[in-house]
T-cell receptor, first 117, second 115 residues
Framework: DQQVKQNSPSLSVQEGRISILNCDYT??????FLWYKKYPAEGPTFLIS?????DKNEDGRFTVFLNKSAKHLSLHIVPSQPGDSAVYFC????????????????FGSGTQLTVLP | SAVISQKPSRDICQRGTSLTIQCQVD?????MFWYRQQPGQSLTLIAT?????????ESGFVIDKFPISRPNLTFSTLTVSNMSPEDSSIYLC????????????FGQGTRLTVV
């Protein structure tokens, strides 16, 4: 049972245009969401996050939108650049049962973004 | 942020053998995490390694198959035992950042192929 779903395994976008990556979740206990970017032969790197008390968070070319009622979040990249070509993972966080420290992280299966020059 | 060095970066192993993956962090951390990413799949948490205590394994993962060591606050190892082709995956170690103890930093991963 996938609690975090990225239904598009791949996305191709022209350089300079907007890239929109989508993520859906089912667990209403998730209250913090993150996006990671992964290049081949490297580990995922943190990109941007959003708390459930917000509906938008922006950092330069990257904006994450959260629609709690729809249990949906999206990552917008504007303008897209060839260097953005990577796999993007959505992750959701909830309090870890019986733990006062680190929180549980659940990842989606990733979307391969290709930005065409 | 944390810098995590993981090795080996890749290996090809014979079925029935074992491989130990090492993870070194540039700062002391309480919890270290081991993930597996099977082809086309999400990152799945294998276990949480706490210094001074036994690792905590997620459903579907057992200590006999994935023994973990955590001898100090900067180092951990994951062993993939008695390997089969189904164990072919990318294995990643991870630590958490300070923000809600959620933001994860990852090593570069170990790409394991079992033949």
């Amino acid at each position: 049972d996938q609690q975090v779903k990225q239904n598009s395994p791949s996305l191709s976008v022209q350089e300079g245009r907007i890239s929109i990556l989508n993520c859906d979740y089912t667990n209403s206990m998730f209250d913090y969401f993150l996006w990671y970017k992964k290049y081949p032969a490297e580990g995922p790197t943190f990109l941007i996050s959003i708390s459930s008390i917000k509906d938008k968070n922006e950092d330069g070319r990257f904006t994450v939108f959260l629609n709690k009622s729809a249990k949906h979040l999206s990552l917008h990249i504007v303008p897209s650049q060839p260097g953005d070509s990577a796999v993007y993972f959505c992750a959701a966080s909830a309090e870890w049962p019986d733990s006062g420290s680190a929180r549980q992280l659940t990842f989606g299966s990733g979307t391969q973004l290709t930005v065409l020059p | 942020s944390a810098v995590i060095s993981q090795k080996p970066s890749r290996d090809i192993c014979q079925r029935g053998t074992s491989l130990t993956i090492q993870c070194q962090v540039d700062s002391q951390v309480t919890m270290m995490f081991w993930y597996r990413q099977q082809p086309g799949q999400s990152l799945t948490l294998i276990a949480t390694a706490n210094q001074g205590s036994e690792a905590t394994y997620e459903s579907g993962f057992v200590i006999d198959k994935f023994p973990i060591s955590r001898p100090n606050l900067t180092f951990s190892t994951l062993t993939v035992s008695n390997m089969s082709p189904e164990d072919s995956s990318i294995y990643l170690c991870s630590v958490r950042g300070a923000v809600l103890n959620t933001e994860a930093f990852f090593g570069q991963g170990t790409r394991l192929t079992v033949v």
